[in-house]
T-cell receptor, first 113, second 116 residues
Framework: DSGVTQTPKHLITATGQRVTLRCSPR?????VYWYQQSLDQGLQFLIQ???????AKGNILERFSAQQFPDLHSELNLSSLELGDSALYFC????????????FGPGTRLTVL | AQSVTQPDIHITVSEGASLELRCNYS??????LFWYVQSPGQGLQLLLK??????LVQGIKGFEAEFKRSQSSFNLRKPSVHWSDAAEYFC??????????????FGTGTRLTIIP
């Protein structure tokens, strides 16, 4: 158990819908990262937040957004969902801004029908 | 931009045999290097990491990896595998961005199958 929690574990929805994935980092970690794992793209970095502020963006679609709240939990919002958004979405956390180990949560498996 | 190559998509090893998983990276500076393991339906668990210093790093579950700058490699090894080692293994490089933060770039993974 990494100490990073993600909810829900599974999510099934339809195209065009919007969903919210939630992540709680390890106690004391200020950075939260979101990654997408799909069969065709592999594991890709989406976005990083540090202490409530967005700090880095990767291959994140404009239909996706995220935020980190004052209690440091983070949410990833996916809207206008397409079949290709079906994937495993991981959250990771680390203590600082950089140079530390990222600990991963168990992931949320999103299926878009 | 940084990249990671894991040339072996799938490896099959007999239980008790030795294991080496290959990883090559591309990065302009000294990288932070990681190996993660993912069991079916599970998240990613950190096996070991290299930040600096001794180029041979020890990890959990009896794994070790050696950083070879001249070969841009960070291969994972284990002297004797156990059936419970069957999983997918990911090599990753951590690269600093211009803002001082960091993202991980992952390889495509190597699926390890253990046969009795």
């Amino acid at each position: 158990d990494s100490g990073v929690t993600q909810t829900p574990k599974h999510l099934i929805t339809a195209t065009g819908q919007r969903v919210t994935l939630r992540c709680s980092p390890r106690s004391g970690d200020l950075s939260v990262y979101w990654y997408q794992q799909s069969l065709d793209q592999g594991l890709q970095f989406l976005i990083q937040y540090y202490n409530g502020e967005e700090r880095a963006k990767g291959n994140i679609l404009e239909r996706f957004s995220a935020q980190q709240f004052p209690d440091l939990h983070s949410e990833l919002n996916l809207s206008s969902l397409e079949l290709g958004d079906s994937a495993l979405y991981f959250c990771a956390s680390s203590v600082g801004l950089a140079g530390g180990t990222q600990f991963f949560g168990p992931g949320t498996r999103l299926t878009v029908l | 931009a940084q990249s990671v190559t894991q040339p072996d998509i799938h490896i099959t090893v007999s239980e008790g045999a030795s294991l080496e998983l290959r990883c090559n990276y591309s990065y302009g500076a000294t990288p932070y290097l990681f190996w993660y393991v993912q069991s079916p339906g599970q998240g990613l668990q950190l096996l070991l990491k290299y930040f600096s210093g001794d180029t041979l790093v020890q990890g959990i579950k009896g794994f070790e990896a050696e950083f070879k700058r001249s070969q841009s490699s960070f291969n994972l090894r284990k002297p004797s595998v156990h059936w419970s080692d069957a999983a997918e293994y990911f090599c990753a490089v951590g690269a600093r961005t211009n803002f001082g933060n960091e993202k991980l770039t992952f390889g495509t993974g190597t699926r390890l199958t253990i046969i009795p």
